[in-house]
């Protein structure tokens, strides 16, 4: 058994708030482990059993996570969304519309798309 400086032994008292006699305890635990013993350290069938109930997931790793988020809606975008759907609606016939980035429509027999992208502002 390795011999343990006052310095250590002091450490471990003061970090764990216990006796002399339980730090070297621990101290001769941690040099065993680091140094040969590897089975003192190792869990039990039992401690293996529920670290892997505890570790199972509660759906498969394949699934994607669903997590609602509101969404933000921009007044901005929304307005001038509003304008450009008010100008088309007399002009073409209108298939579709998602939120306030995207309209669809048909005219002349052919169908078309405008997307409403807001940019970021520039990095300084």
């Known amino acids: 058994m390795k011999q343990f400086t006052e310095k250590e032994i002091q ?8 006796t002399r006699e339980e730090a070297l305890d621990i101290l001769a635990w941690d040099y065993d482990i680091d140094h040969g013993d590897k089975e003192k350290g190792a869990p039990t069938a039992e401690q293996k059993k529920l670290i892997r109930s505890l570790t ?3 759906k498969a790793p394949t699934e994607k996570r ?6 933000k809606v921009d007044a901005n975008k929304a307005e001038i969304f ?8 007399g002009e073409v016939e209108i298939t579709a519309v998602k939120n306030e ?14 997307k409403l992208t807001k940019h970021r502002a520039p990095k300084a």
Do not use: P, W
Not at 66 to 71: A, G, N
Not at 101 to 114: C, K, L
């Open 56 to 58: 199972k997931a509660d």
């Open 11 to 18: 450490h471990q008292m003061q970090c764990n708030h216990c």
């Open 66 to 71: 669903t997590v609602k988020r509101e969404r």
């Open 101 to 114: 980035a995207e309209i669809s429509f048909m005219h002349a027999g052919e169908a078309y798309t405008v």
């Open 82 to 89: 509003e304008k450009i759907r008010a100008m088309l609606a």
